[in-house]
Every structure is written in C-alpha cells, then in structure tokens.
C-alpha cells in the first residue's frame, strides 16, 4: 500500500465508526470490557471490522481503546496485554482484506495525571509506550491516541507512542466539550501548538460532542496547523429516550456536515459513538473524487502553557519575557529557593503578569540546592495561578528535564549554544518533551563578529535537524553585551539581527538588561538599544517588565516594523499610559487626600477620623501621636476624636454606605491608635470598664473570625471581653463568668450541628438561676432560633454587637437601679 | 436494577477515587467583595477607596501565595431507593433522608466530591487573629471564596463528564444540610479516601483544614426528578 502520509496529500480517507455499540448489539454484556473480545469473540470483532471495510473506511481502528495496562487491570486482565493487543491488530488486518491501514488505537489511561492527577508523567508515558510498542511490533500502520481529555496526559501518551512505535505515523485527537475547549481547559490552538511541538502527522478531535459543534473546532485547529486534520465526532450527546439511551444523530444527518469538515480542513473524517456503517457508507459516496483543502505552512515559532498559546515572529506582536523569576542578586529570593519555598516566585509571576509580560523566564539557580526538584516546584505553582506560557531557564539538563515533564503546555528552553556538550544534553529533550528552544549564538568563546554569530546558528541548526527538530522550533539568542565594555559588538548584535531575519527568515530574541550595565541612565541605553533591534527585525526580549519606558518603547517600534496594524494597539496601550514626565499640575504624592483642598487642609482631628472611617490603618498611629505633641489629652482623643469616629462609621455602616469590610477595617484601624494611648491611658489609673462579656465559640465549633471581630469592636468601645477562644465547653463559660463577674456571656456557631449548645448553656444557666445575659450570633444563627431558644440578644452581623450589647447592659442597669 | 439505558453509557470512572491536585485558580475580585458582602462592586478600584483596596489585595495576593487546591470525587451506582435511603453497591448507611431520597430517586449514580484550598491560609489566619483582625479577616473571606471555587471546579469537571453521558447533574447537596448528618461526613471522608488530599475530620465531624467542602450531586435521567439549580447549592 501507499505510505498514509503520501496519500493525504491527496485524498480524503475515511475512518471507521463506533465499535462499543455495535458490539454491544451483538451481545457484549453492560461493563464489560470490549477488548476481551478480541480474544474471546474474535469473530465478533472481525465482523464489525468488515462490515466497517465494505462501508467503505480507508483506515481501521484496532479493538484495543482500553487495552492498556492500567485499564486491563480493571479487569484483572493485565497479564493478557500483549495478546490482546496482538490480537487487535490481526483481526482488524484480516478484515481489511489489505484495503485498509490498521490504526492501533490507544484510549486514556483513565486516572488523572501529574502535577494535577495522579499517575506520575514517567508512569502514564510507560503505560502508552508499552501498548504502542505492542501495536507496532503486531504491525499496526499508525497508532490512534485518542479521547484525550487532558493535554497533559496526551503529551505523555505521545511520549510514549514515539518512544514505543519509532517510525510509524501518529494520529493524535483530544475531545472538547461544546464550549471549544477541553476539559482541561485548552482550546484548539493550544493544542495544535503543543501537537505540532510533538510531530504529531495528524491531528484533530472525537469524541463527546455531535458534528455541529465540532466544525468551529476543526475551523480553529486548521487556521493553527498545516498538519493533517482528522475528526470523528459522535451521532450528537446521547440522549434518553424511551428508557434508552440513545445518540440522537442519524446517518443522513451526520454525512450533511462532511462538507464543512473538508472546507474547514479536514484530511480524515470517520465517526465516534453511535456511529455506524451506514453512515461510512453515505461518507464515502459524499466525498467521493473530493479533494483536501490545501493549507499553507506557518513559519511561526509558537509555545504555549496549557491553555494560551504565544507566537514570535514577523508581523505578530514582539514578545516581552518577563526575566524576574530569578534568583540571582535577590538574597530574599535566594533564601526561598533554598528553603524550598514557592511563595516569592508565585509572587513576582502574579506581579510579571500584571505588568503585561507575555511569557516568564523560570530560573531557580542557587548553589547546593536540588534544581530540578526546586523546577518542578516552580513550574508547578506558577502554573495554578498564571496561564502565561514559560521559559524554561538553567544550565542543567537534569533541571531543564524535571521541568517539561511537568510543564502542561509547549515551553522554551533557555538555552541550547553551539558547544557539543550542551547540544547533546538539550537537543534530546527538546525533541523528547515536543518543546522549542533559545539557540544562544555563543560557542567556546563568544564570538564580536556578526558572521562569527551566524556560524555558530548554523551549527545549531544543523544540530537540532539531526534531532529530527525544524527550525521553526529554535529562537535565537543573538547576544546583547555590555556596550560600555564591547560597543562594536552591540552593532554587530544588530547586524546578526538582520541577517537572520532577511536571510534566514528566523526568529530572534536578545537578553536586554546586560547591554547598559555600568552606564548612567540605564532604561534610557537599553531602552533605545531595543527600539533599534526592533527595527532590524528582533521578535522578542527577555526583560524588566516593570518599566514603563519599556512598554513604550516596544510599542512605537512596532509602529514601525509591521507588528501593529492600524496603529490599534498603540493606540489602545496609549489611552492608559501616566506621562513619563510628570506633570506638574494636579496632586503630588504625600499630598492631602480627599476632603482635604489646598485652602483647607485636614486638622489632625479630622485624619483621625478619616483614618477610621477609611480604615487607614498605616496612618494612625502616626496621627495620634501628633495629636498627643499637639498637647490634646489621652483619654479626650479616645472619647472625643476616634469614639465618635467608629460611632459615625456605625452610622455609615447602617445607612449601607459602608460595608463590613470597612467596619472591620475601621476597629482593626482605631485598636491600632489606642494601642498608642494605652500606656498614657495607663499611667493615669486603672478605668471603669462599660461592662464585662465572656465571649466563645460553642463547643464543636472551631470557627471564629466572626468572633474575634466582635470582640475587637468591643474594646474598642470600651467593653471588657475576655474571649476564651473555640471549641469551649459550657462548664468552661461558665467559671470563666463567674470568676469574671461578667454581665453578659456572647456566644458563637457556624455549624447547624453546634448551635444546638447555644440551647444547652441557655437552659442551663435558667435552671441554676444565674445572673448572666446571653447573646447569640454566627452565620448559622437566625432571629427565629435566637427566639425560640430565649436567648437576650441576637447580633446579625459584626454591626449589631455594640448596640445590642448597650441594649442588654441598659436594661440591666433599669433592673438594677429602676 | 439497573436503569435500561446503561447499555450504551460511555465508560464512567467508577469503582474508585479521582484525585486531583495544584487545581489552577484565579481569586476574582468581585467575588471577593461579594464574600464580603460588598454589593455591586466589580473590582477593588470600583471602591475608591485607597486604604480597603490595598488592604483587600493584600489579602488577595497572600491567597496566590498560600493556596493549594485539592480535591477528589467518587462515582458510586445506585442499586435502589427506599423511603428514606438511597443505596449503592458500596454502602447502604450513606445516603438518609427525605431530601436525599428527592435528590436521588431519579439517579442512576451519585457521586461524593471533596475540595480544600490546604491549610495555610487558616493556619495564618489563626495567626493573625489577635494581632491583625482585619487582615485575618479579609484573608479568611478570601479562603472561604476559594474553597467554594474548588467545589466548583470540581463540580464543572464533573458536569461534563455527566453530560456526555447523557445525564444531567442534580444540584450540589453538602454533607450536614437537610436531613442529611454532618456525622456521614465520616463516610465521605472513608469512600473518598479525602485523607490523601490532605482532609480529615475532628471529633464534631467539622473537615479540618476547615477551608474544605463535602457534597454529593447526582446523575439524573433526563426528564425526571428536579431540575439543578446550582444557584441553590449547598455545601459544607
């Protein structure tokens, strides 16, 4: 037969449809294991094979979608692999009467894999190589990875099958759901970047959805890729009908869609669940003497994270690499590192993101620390907070290994040079793990000249073509040095720049902080040094993203080199962008904030407020103290200054001008000034508290924050509270009470389970007639229990606790002193 | 019995645990101020107010730095109803109660989810407490929202997985609403093996961390029982 590959150039092939339902047809019980059949019914499996073969498929899929080992095991069936799989490949031969190309088709591996599943990257890629191997070595044509749900675990599986099945052709489909994306969250250029990273021969989807849904997906997978495009959708959702499940989508139905597939770029169409024979058959009357839709070839180079993809290149938007996720001269940063510690990374990748970069470089290089576990670290909590795609970073392979094994998308790698050694340590897992990488144009030395520069691209290349890589997969490294110490060579940087864009058409990057060491004024040197590669065709730049110049600066050079057309994003960055110069109109920093006007600036008594109000924690304490210089009386700034203050956010707070965050705020801001009065409070004498609350959590209940905010309102209004915590028994409240003398005892619960004991301690304290109030409150707590179990006081909210609590005591007082 | 449209179902994980752990995540600002009962606010910038923004994206950034989101669910076939239980092959003691009953009659499976956002941001809030209350406080709401994010996303992930089998979800019912005991939680936590993601509970059946959530939603047969409303949800 033909080579496939050769015939798509040409043709349409057909696949086949399902086999699960027409077996089931034929008697395979509900559960029970497809692939077993292909050696205790061997007869079953050959007749769907041939009934697909007459209908007119050009490629079969052998019965061994769930002839992994894992999926085996469910089975107990796992000593059987290779026969089953042998067994696959022979009956779905023999049925094609050498008319068709077997397909040896591999499904998930169904768990989940690491960093988010479970099954390690290394275990999955062993479970699919083992099963590939067995396909090729029974003579499968091609290997099928198909329904993959999780890019993650079809780059693993690819792993496997060209580690398994070196040689044979790969048709890779991942599922989407109807939203276009996948479960995990990738949408279709994503994949096709992370598949083409692979060479993966053929691509596209199955699965899942019906065709409808699928022809925008397929749109999107050929406007990505040049690589052949397959699809196999289902007869639509399935459906209950009649007490059945059935897939609503007939043949007639089904085959109205073949031509969208074929426009949008299809190379193979075949059928998923519910499809049948019939519907191959009207597939192939369809498309007979139909020609595939050429695609032209991209020279982009694209990388990608797990769910967007970014592109360097000519006419595409120039790529800033954010350089801060590294250690070196960050001693705090450092520190971390070699404490294992993620939290500062995770930071400056949240702060790279914010400030626009479009990709991060990841380097954790510190001496005596393990690299690679600190990579897979690093790559892994990046990945849960920022979908940025990233740069591999560090001059250790084992390093660079741990972090494309885990890293869910299509990484650079920072960096391959011309050096044997290197070339031979990265270049491997380049190909391995379907990544593209820095070409760095330095080799023993590093070369002034441009045309020194451009060898060593050459031997790069040359390189990773042995490695079966393309060249779309390198960026090169076109060194910037130091200009203050090499001038001549930053102009040759320039020049190399030029060559390899108009002669070589590739992509290129500069590492820009290094070219203004040791001058003055450095944002402005390498600030213009990058507006000039720009203009000689630089692609990208890993750099400071926090500088504002910089932003600019890339901006109107891409005015200028065919990255921005219409000037839109120029225009649309310009609109949110401060002057570099400031203006000297308008505010100053440091200068009085709002209610405050040049005529009229604040009086300390006035900030105090502001400062509660506002919940201006930083500033209280500051302004108490020159208040307290002013020569204003300690206790006349607590009961005439920030009393009334909280009392007039109180106020706010009821009239829903303000909200709980600001209550909180505001007390958490006034305890913070009284702490600045209390030892002059103090040395005046002991004051007469307003009243005394035992406050807890009930028993079983271990939430409080809603708790120690009440409690924090309260002394700030001059209460005693002696808070005994969570989880407190009732004979613990109730010592704590007496010994206190307290008048009220607050009690809390967030579980419906634990407010159960607000009842007990309520009865308990009426059967042994004690003198104490009880109020209630928590997020479970409503009016309607707070009633019926007759408790004195039910607080809603942090809002109500003072008032409540001056409502309580005044009545008591009325009792006391009628 | 089994339902007579189970012949054709796509193969369901069954019969054990699926784990997933480092759940990516985004802590959105509105639903942050939202937690915090601030109504009709967007952003942190729509407060205009310097002092709370910082002081809530604060809280916010301290959540990217210390959240870990785990979680596992456990798909378990319904083998019958009976007035006031639900039973499956693994256990008859789980699924008590009239609403469970409701929730379930229609099923054909009902599957256990668990979801944690990890220990540290409560461990710092305790820290916190005394010293810090409104920054306890902010960082505490903004692990209560997350939390309820890992449920969902467990949620979501699971929802396609019912779909394309042809179910629909019920709503998310969490261990300890209703009629249905927080002590079950025991049996959650036993079924779902939670342990591995870090989830345990102490004497009064409350997860400990306690920024972790328990639920069940069931796979319902079109066309039956009650629609999902997810806007009611509950969970623990």
Redesign the interface.
Known sequence: MIPILERLKKEILLLDGSM??LL?GRGLP??YAPDLWNLEKPEEIAAVHAEYATAGSNILLTNTF?ASRLRLA?YNAEARIREINFAGVELARRASKGKAYIAGDIGPS???I?????LAFEEAVSLFREQASLLAEAGADLIAIETMFDIQEMRAALIGVREGAPGLPVMALMTF?SDGIT?S?SDPETVAAVLEGFGAEIMGLN??VGPEAMVPVLERLGRATHTFLAIEPNAG????RD?????PSGAEEMVEFAPAFVAAGANIIGGC??TTPAYIRLLAKRLRGVSPVPRSRSRLTRISS?NRVLSFGEGVPFVLIGEKINPTGKKLFSEAIAEGR??LI??EA?KEAAAGAHALDVNVGVPLVDEARMMEKAI?AI???V?LPLVIDSSFASALEAGLRLYPGRALVNSVNAEEERIEEVLPLIRRYGAAVIGLLSGEDIPERAIDRIKNAEKILRAAERYGLRPEDIVFDTLALTVSAVQEASRQTLETIRILKTEWNARTIVGLSNVSFGLPVRKTVHDTFLAMAIGSGLDGAICDPYDPLLHQTVAAASLFSGRDPECRVFMEKAASWTPLIPSTAGPQPGSP?TGSTPDHPLSIPEKIERAII????E?IAPLVSQALAAGTPPFSIFVDLMTPAIRKLGDLFGQRLK????L??G???M?KGVEVLQPYLEAKGPTEPKGTIVFATVK??????GK??CI?MLRNFGYRVIDLGR?VPLETILEAAEKEKAQIIALSAL????MIQMKIALDTVRERNLPYRIMVGGAVVTPKFATEIGADGYGKDVGEVVPLTERILAELEKKTHP | M??????????I?L?HP?????????IEERQILRE????KKASLADLG????EK??GTAI?EG????E?KGVYRTLEITGVEDRRVLTRETGTLFIGEKMVKLLRHCDYATLIVATIGPRIETE?DRL??P???????L??VGAWMADYMGIWLDR?LE?EI????YMRTYRFGV??GDW??SSQTEVMALTSAHQIGVTL?????M?P?LSVSAVIGWQ???TGPKSKTDEDTDT
């Open positions: 699960g339902a089931q509900p559960g769930g469910e169904g768990t989940t690491a960093p988010v599943g479970d759901n479960d969250g699965c899942s959702l399935p459906v209950h007490g059945k499940t059935v897939y669940c519910g797990r993620t939290d995770v930071a949240r892994t990945g849960n907070v979908s904030a506002e919940g201006e924690r500033a909200f709980i965050p600001h909180i705020a007390a958490d801001t305890k079983g209940d271990i939430h409080d924050i120690n905010i924090l989880n579980m419906t389970t634990t | 089994k339902a007579p449209g189970k012949e054709l179902m796509p193969a994980r019969g699926v784990f997933f752990h480092n759940i990516p995540f985004e915090m009962r601030i109504p107010e310097p002092a709370m002081a809530i950034e990217y730095r210390m959240i989101g809030v407490s005394g810090e209350p409104a920054h306890a406080y902010f505490e709401r992930m396609r779909v394309r089998a042809g300890g609403y005991p927080l102490n004497e009064a059946f409350i400990l306690r047969r079109p066309g």
